[in-house]
């Protein structure tokens, strides 16, 4: 999703006040957002099971656990 008019009217002020204000500053960041954008890789379902059912299985020996010691 691109930006609107007026926030890249906004981005390009910002950008020049650092640029005036601090120039080593303007230069450094000048490199990024230039390269290639990867997407964030999420595991599948076949992956995320072991710690799914992992976790539910301490859920349960949690519940277990106070059931037990309560009385």
Do not use: F, N
């Amino acid at each position: 999703m691109g930006l609107s008019t007026r926030e890249r009217r906004v981005l390009d002020e910002i950008a020049r006040r650092v640029r005036a204000e601090d120039p080593a500053l303007a230069e450094r960041l000048s490199g990024h957002g230039t390269g290639t954008v990867h997407a964030e890789i999420l595991p599948s379902r076949q992956q995320a099971w072991p710690i799914i059912a992992l976790a539910v299985i301490l859920a349960g020996c949690a519940l277990l656990y106070t059931v037990t010691t309560s009385k």
